[in-house]
């Protein structure tokens, strides 16, 4: 699978896929750009749902749904988007007469909902829903196969916490591959993290694929629209040393950030990204790719090999990048309480605030 935007790209991935699979057709379909994705896991009896929970991806569609950082409940969706594809699954569960498990993923744009596929089964993440609204899907859709009914009203939408659930990649295992999530799976693993509020549980659930901050000096290098909409969020990060290559650099002089400025990896001068990168100098690496062949060698995808190969956090997804930059302001990095799975969810009374009739 791959996504193309130009003719002589096109012409290339369809000589490639001859040779794969000669005689076979190549399914082309429309890709939407900037449009959020959803999913709806769930449970069915002869069409009637039993139980749903809606899930939001953090990053736009175009980044394969095991790949795609998800957020429960979801955060940045309008109500008429969660109305319409709760209608949406309503009526493909009755027309398909679902008894089981099922998910169906959505991409959203302008408030206008498309179904990308339905699966009658259950989903990588059907243990990450059941984790988190508490309700065992699993133990629901068995006793919905085997005409156990269960009369119950299941709460999935209005929670007291927020779970996130990261991929997790073995990049530094496959030497030479571009370390960028794409429409192909390519992740290994995953974990999820629960917080009080949104940015705490996403900040959890980041540094639990094994992310370690050594310090506060990140490197940002941006290219393309991308700029403008990622570089503001560094405007309220406080106390970091920030490096950037001379399209960034230049940039942020223009927001009035400060910055150090390196050599692109292409360049032979000092400062360099490269012995940057090498010596580790930095503890965190932006690098939003603007090119769209993969397989180009380019600046940026030196720098992102060598965060790999460094072991430096890496973070390749505009959205996530954007969520990354607002958790480092507003999460309190040297305390992040522990709490068991079994404390999110219990009665707690609030210190300070008295009610009165007037």
């Not at 109305?83 to 099922?102: D, H, Y």
């Not at 085997?146 to 119950?152: G, H």
């Not at 790999?308 to 956090?313: F, L, Q």
Request: proline letters at 3%.
């Amino acid at each position: 699978m791959q996504v193309v935007h130009e003719e002589d790209h096109l012409c290339h991935y369809l000589e490639e896929a001859t040779l794969v699979s000669k005689g076979k057709p190549v399914v082309i379909s429309k890709f939407i750009e900037e449009a959020k994705e959803l999913e709806i896991d769930g449970v069915a009896k002869d069409g009637h749902i039993i139980v749903e929970a809606i899930s939001e991806h953090i990053e736009n569609a175009g980044v394969h749904s095991g790949d795609a950082t998800i957020v429960l409940p979801p955060q940045k969706l309008y109500l008429e988007t969660v109305r319409q594809a709760k209608q949406i699954t309503a009526k493909i569960a009755f027309a398909l007469k679902i008894t089981g498990p099922f998910n169906i993923q959505f991409i959203a744009k302008d408030n206008t909902l498309k179904v990308i596929e339905c699966n009658l089964r259950a989903s990588r993440s059907f243990p990450f829903v059941s984790k988190a609204t508490k309700h065992n899907f699993i133990d629901i859709a068995i006793k919905a196969l085997l005409n156990i009914s269960e009369e119950k009203d299941f709460e999935t939408l209005e929670l007291d916490w927020v779970a996130v659930k990261s991929p997790q990649f073995s990049y530094n295992r496959l030497k030479g591959t571009n370390p960028v999530a794409q429409v192909e799976m390519a992740s290994t693993g995953e974990v999820a993290c629960f917080g009080d509020y949104f940015l705490e549980a996403f900040f959890r659930s980041w540094l639990a694929t094994g992310i370690e901050l050594r310090g506060k000096r990140i490197l940002v290098s941006v290219g393309g629209d991308k700029k403008a909409k990622l570089l503001p969020y560094l405007q309220n990060l406080k106390g970091w040393s920030i490096f950037a290559t001379e399209g960034t650099y230049e940039h942020l002089k223009t927001l009035g950030i400060e910055a150090k400025f390196l050599h692109k990896a292409s360049e032979n001068h000092e400062p360099n990204v490269k012995t940057v990168i090498s010596e580790q100098q930095v503890d965190l690496i932006i690098n939003i790719p603007t090119n769209k062949k993969n397989n180009t060698i380019t600046d940026g995808f030196t720098i992102r090999r060598l965060a790999v190969d460094h072991n430096t956090p890496l973070v390749t997804n505009l959205q996530v990048a954007q969520t990354l930059l607002q958790a480092l302001v507003e999460v309190d990095l040297e305390y992040l309480p522990v709490k068991a799975w079994n404390d999110f969810g219990k009665k707690k009374l609030v210190e300070g605030f008295h009610y009165a009739l007037l």
